[in-house]
């Protein structure tokens, strides 16, 4: 399957822990995002890299948030400190750049993570 | 905060039966596009649809676009039990970020 790989598919952890994320975008695409998404709500966009730069961040990201793409290919969404509210799926997507038009997003599967 | 609204919200119809989502937007586009999203899986993308134009259609999909109403709809033709889902809008950016809104959850009875 050469489809977006999220890893972990769940996250359990107790509140006040660190906890990272990795995704591994569709291997040609340049572009890659992070979204989170609350039970019942359509995802909300938090950052977006074009091959290793990060060229835009949600007010959402608070400084707990960071996240990586070092050489243009993975990615990694850390939370430090991790808060209740932080509970939520967090999803990544990757698309082709724009080229001839625009691309739709091909999405992972999402980590859950559930803060104790 | 999200972008747009979704109408309905939940919308449950019997097999063969038609179902239709409509979203509302606030701002220009570049495009919107819309995805399918299954219990705890990640998003499917469906259609994108450009700001010039009107009409697109995908298998048993067809959405529309109407710019001056900030609106668009999906219709699904002939539902099956598979499709049985959430459908989300989302209106792109020329980054290509996307604004989802809340989603239609779908419930289609065999």
């Known amino acids: 399957d050469t489809g977006v790989s999220q890893d972990p598919r769940h996250k359990i952890t107790k509140r006040g822990q660190n906890v990272t994320f990795r995704c591994d975008p569709i291997s040609e695409h340049n572009r890659l995002y992070w979204y989170r998404q609350t039970l019942g709500q359509g995802p909300e966009f938090l950052t977006y890299f074009q091959n290793e730069a990060q060229l835009e961040k949600s007010r959402l990201l608070s400084d707990r948030f960071s996240a990586e793409r070092p050489k243009g290919s993975f990615s990694t969404l850390e939370i430090q400190r991790t808060e209740q509210g932080d509970s939520a799926m967090y999803l990544c997507a990757s698309s082709p750049p724009p080229g001839q038009g625009p691309q739709p997003q091909h999405f992972g599967d999402g980590t859950r993570l559930s803060i104790l | 905060s999200q972008q747009g609204e979704e109408d309905p919200q939940a919308l449950s119809i019997q097999e063969g039966e038609n179902a239709t989502m409509n979203c509302s937007y606030k701002?220009?586009?570049?495009?919107l596009q819309w995805y399918r999203q299954n219990s705890g899986r990640g998003l499917v993308h469906l259609i994108l649809i450009r700001s010039n134009e009107r009409e697109k259609h995908s298998g048993r999909l067809r959405v529309t676009l109407d710019t001056s109403k900030k609106s668009s709809s999906l219709l699904i033709t002939a539902s099956r039990a598979a499709d049985t889902a959430s459908y989300f809008c989302a209106k792109a950016g020329n980054t290509g970020k996307l604004i989802f809104g809340q989603g239609t959850t779908l419930q289609v009875k065999p």
């Open positions: 701002t220009s586009i570049n495009n």
